[in-house]
């Protein structure tokens, strides 16, 4: 189809022109949240194919709903504590005085998704939720570039067989289009081959992003066993624990329906970075966004769909890959087991 894929400059979301990401985190309490504001308003919309997503405000994402664009998304750990998070970012917006007109009055919209973090070797016995100062300093962090890995709304993230992570990624498409990705990766499925070492993303990698480990050559067949995370799971009588909630971005002019349709088809990303995706406890959803107003022809949504997918793909395995060990930890980062099979 000629898509050509090359990462932008940064890679990551924000080689999206008019986005910019924040991130805050509590290393003691192993949590974070993570926004994307634009500087000016953008067209979303949103895809969930998880089981159990936990959200706010996504209904007005819909393609039949009144609000056409929204001012900024959080991704937060925190299960449904994490929602308080996009509070603290509709406030810090509405100092700003960002938001939709009613009347004399603006207010932020701001959906949100959240992640499963509860149970992952941090202190969690606030007294106060906390995730509504983190929504208001993560927004107070939004810069061009940010961290991967241990940071934001991936502190808490855990995959099948090592900790989970914050992860983005971009590609320029040779229409000129840029599509980003920003990702936090809490699966129960697992982001490598039964080896560890190889990443199902890997044949979407792009100039060893992740590594540069390429496919595992001893894989054939993939059998799912019980993962190093179910069993720390069980040993708290837990099982609600996974979830991978995702953005992916552009600057192609895309009406809603358009940014659903973009969602929809970045979720073929999930699938090929976790295996297995989209279970009934998983709450894996997808929120597409376009920083123009407009449509695309077919031929051209094609191509971004391609990219999204792929893109998609790379973050998932960039925020496992950069995840950094800390005091607590239940489960190792890739690259510690890595120089442990050494």
Not at 172 to 190: C, D, F, Q, R, W
């Amino acid at each position: 189809m000629g898509v050509v894929f090359k990462p932008g400059l940064r890679n990551l979301i924000t080689d999206v022109a008019g986005l910019r990401v924040g991130s805050a985190q509590d290393y003691f309490i192993k949590t974070g949240s993570t926004v994307l504001v634009g500087n000016a308003p953008f067209t979303a919309s949103v895809h969930v194919m998880g089981g159990a997503p936990g959200t706010k405000e996504t209904d007005l994402l819909a393609p039949d709903k009144t609000v056409d664009q929204i001012d900024a998304l959080v991704l937060s750990g925190g299960s449904a504590f994490g929602l308080d998070a996009c509070s603290g970012v509709m406030d810090g917006l509405r100092k700003m005085g960002r938001g939709f007109p009613v009347g004399p009055m603006r207010v932020p919209v701001v959906p949100g998704a959240i992640i499963f973090d509860l149970i992952n070797g941090g202190k969690k016995d606030w007294v106060e939720n906390p995730y509504r100062e983190l929504g208001r300093k993560a927004l107070e962090n939004v810069s061009l570039d940010f961290e991967l890995g241990t940071a934001g709304a991936g502190v808490g993230a855990l995959a099948a067989m090592q900790k989970g992570g914050l992860g983005s990624a971009s590609v320029i498409l040779e229409n000129g289009y840029t599509i980003g990705a920003l990702v936090v990766a809490n699966p129960i499925g697992s982001v490598t081959s039964s080896s560890g070492k190889h990443f199902w993303a890997a044949p979407f990698e792009l100039f060893d992003e992740f590594g540069g480990m390429g496919t595992d050559p001893e894989t054939t067949n993939f059998s799912f066993k019980q993962s190093p995370k179910e069993m720390a799971m069980m040993i708290s009588n837990v099982e609600m624990s996974n979830t991978t909630i995702a953005i992916v971005a552009t600057d192609a002019p895309l009406s809603k329906t358009q940014c659903h349709r973009l969602a929809v088809t970045a979720h073929d990303g999930i699938a090929r970075a976790i295996v297995p995706s989209h279970m009934p406890l998983d709450g894996d959803l997808i929120f597409g966004i376009s920083t123009t107003r407009g449509v695309v022809d077919h031929n051209v949504f094609r191509d971004l769909s391609i990219a999204a997918a792929s893109c998609l793909s790379r973050a998932i395995a960039r925020g496992v890959y950069e995840a950094t060990p800390q005091n607590g930890d239940i489960l190792p980062t890739y690259k510690s087991s890595q120089i442990k099979t050494m």
